[in-house]
C-alpha cells in the first residue's frame, strides 16, 4: 500500500518482468516510449505509466494520470508540457 515501498520493489524486480506478469498492456508507442496500462493485485483498476529508456540503457516507467491517451502525451507530461505537441525534441539526453 505504501507507493513508495512499491516503486522500489519494481525498480529491484524490474520493470519489464511486472509487466508481463501482470499482464500489463501496451495502449500506444512510439520511438520514445510506451503507455502502459497495469493493474497491480491491491487495486480496482488499471494504472497507466510511461515505460521510457535513459541514455544508460536503464528501463523506467513513470506513472502519469489515468486521462493520458498516447506515449506522447504521457513522454511531454513528464518534462511538465500539458500540450503534447510542444514535445518535439530534436535529441534526448
Known amino acids: 500500500t505504501n507507493d513508495e515501498i512499491r516503486r522500489c520493489l519494481c525498480e529491484i524486480i524490474g520493470w ?46 513513470l506513472p502519469v494520470p489515468s486521462h493520458v491517451t498516447t506515449a506522447r502525451q504521457a513522454v511531454a507530461l513528464t518534462y511538465h508540457q500539458d500540450n503534447p505537441e510542444d514535445y518535439a525534441p530534436e535529441v534526448r539526453t
Do not use: M, W
Not at 495502449?27 to 493485485?41: A, C, D, Q
Open 16 to 61: 519489464d518482468k511486472i509487466i508481463k506478469d501482470l499482464k500489463g498492456k501496451i495502449i500506444h508507442k512510439v520511438k520514445y516510449g510506451e503507455l502502459i496500462s497495469v493493474r497491480f493485485p491491491e487495486t480496482t483498476q488499471d494504472e497507466k505509466f510511461v515505460r521510457v529508456q535513459c541514455a544508460t540503457n536503464r528501463t523506467f516507467a
